[in-house]
């Protein structure tokens, strides 16, 4: 037997419906959604939410947005009226199954519908994608002939053209080597005279230089004699080469050393300095004054106040290390942190001024509102509206008068919806 839920929101204008229903911490991808213009359900087991509208709606252009925990229906109305309630009031057990019955046929028929629909576009779109293929098909082929015809031409050019150049290389190299052949010959000619010139002036000085051959050989031998005693060097000098040692270090062994003592030492002593200062070394320059979380978080409110943000949250970051229970540091860090975009610290430090604001009572009403406010608004600039809505919803819950907190969260919702509705 499915659990009814009834802890749901929802609110109206003159055209829309707003319906708010918790997962309970259901996994988004069970919950399962059905409407038609008389009936919603949501059924996420074990748990199931159910409605018999109390007037039509356009289940068509209706929305629903699924987020973390919670689904956010907008619903339009058929006929811009106010209705008295989200429900048809009397409806017996005959009669919501009637309903029940009812919508269940109209939704299989606007399936079917659909389905048909779908099947008819889908042919249409196949045969279309075949008739665009065949035709693509056909102009790639085509230009594959053509690109092939052309290639053969330009292959063929290229082949004539080559020819061409062989014929006129081969003329070229004939005309070479006969020239080569013809200027061989007159150089052999020329050479065969100068033999018989030279074999004529020969025979004529042999007589001559028998003569002076036996003086020559005489000379020749005293020459070579004098260059081999010129070429022997002369013997060295003697003399001493001085050599000068480095002397050897031998350095501390290590079984020796007292470095371990001394590391040890000044650890010893460094650990003394820590016990008796304070455990905050930035504590250590300051004065008494400046010790007190309370005038430390005035300080960052001044600073807050002539935009430096930075140095605000410098105060408020040293109070909350003098007393990290107080939620009102954490809050004003989150302000500063919203306006300097750092938007993930500014929900962590409004998510922990909201665990220290407890119990919830009168005196802290105003910290809390202003605690979901900020969460809410870094959730929106990260653009997770769903989050941000339900912290807007809880901060109107602790202020149901507040009219910018109300302005703010219809804008929200107007987001979720993709929509920009204008309520009177």
């Known amino acids: 037997m499915p659990l009814q839920v009834n802890d749901y929101n929802w609110q109206q204008t003159n055209n829309a419906v707003f319906i708010s229903v918790p997962l309970r911490g ?32 356009d289940d068509e252009s209706s929305k629903a947005k699924i987020g973390s925990d919670t689904i956010v229906f907008t ?29 269940i046929l109209q939704a299989q028929e606007r399936a079917k519908e659909v389905m048909e629909a779908k099947a008819t576009a889908k042919r249409e779109d196949q045969k279309f994608t075949l008739n665009v293929m065949m035709k693509i098909e056909e102009e790639e082929r085509q230009k594959i002939e053509n690109m092939k015809e052309n290639e053969r031409i330009k292959a063929t050019k290229e082949l004539e053209a080559w020819k061409e150049c062989q014929r006129k290389d081969e003329k070229q190299k004939e005309q070479k080597r006969i020239q080569r052949e013809e200027k061989l010959y007159q150089q052999e000619k020329q050479i065969e005279e100068e033999k018989k010139k030279l074999k004529h002036q ?69 650990e003394a300095r820590r016990a008796i200062n304070t455990d905050i070394p930035e504590l250590c320059d300051l004065k008494e004054e400046e010790k007190n979380p309370e005038w430390l978080k005035d300080k960052g409110n001044k600073l807050f106040a002539t ?5 605000a949250i410098n105060a408020y970051n040293l109070a909350i290390r003098l007393n990290s229970k107080f939620p009102l540091l954490y809050l004003n860090r989150a302000a500063c942190h919203l306006k300097l ?10 998510s922990k001024a909201l665990e220290l604001l407890t119990p919830p009572v009168a005196d802290n009403a105003n910290a809390r509102m202003k605690a979901h406010v900020r969460r809410g608004t870094a959730f929106c600039q990260l653009e997770l509206y769903i989050e941000g809505l339900q912290d807007y919803e809880a901060a109107l819950k602790i202020d149901p008068s507040n009219k910018v ?12 919806q993709g929509t920009e509705l204008n309520s009177q």
């Not at 935009?307 to 140095?311: D, G, M, S």
Request: glycine residues 2%.
């Open 26 to 57: 259901v996994c988004v991808r069970d919950a399962d959604v059905f409407c038609t213009e008389n009936y919603l359900k949501v059924n996420y087991p074990p748990f199931l939410f159910e409605v018999f509208l109390y007037a039509p709606i």
């Open 405 to 416: 907190v109300q302005n703010d969260a219809e804008k929200i919702r107007n987001i979720i």
């Open 202 to 270: 020969n025979l004529t000085k042999n007589s001559a230089s028998r003569n002076f051959a036996t003086k020559g050989r005489n000379s020749e031998n005293i020459f070579f004699e004098k260059l081999k005693e010129d070429s022997i060097p002369a013997p060295r000098s003697t003399g001493s080469i001085k050599i000068n040692f480095t002397p050897r270090v031998f350095p501390t062994a290590l079984r020796e050393s007292q470095v371990a003592e001394e590391e040890e030492w000044l650890h010893k002593q460094a």
């Open 307 to 311: 935009e430096n943000y930075l140095a």
């Open 75 to 103: 619903l339009y109305k058929k006929e811009a009226v106010m209705w008295e309630n989200l429900s048809v009031a009397g409806a017996d057990k005959q009669m919501m199954q009637g309903i029940r019955e009812k919508s």
């Open 341 to 350: 975009k750092n938007l993930h610290k500014a929900i962590e430090d409004s």
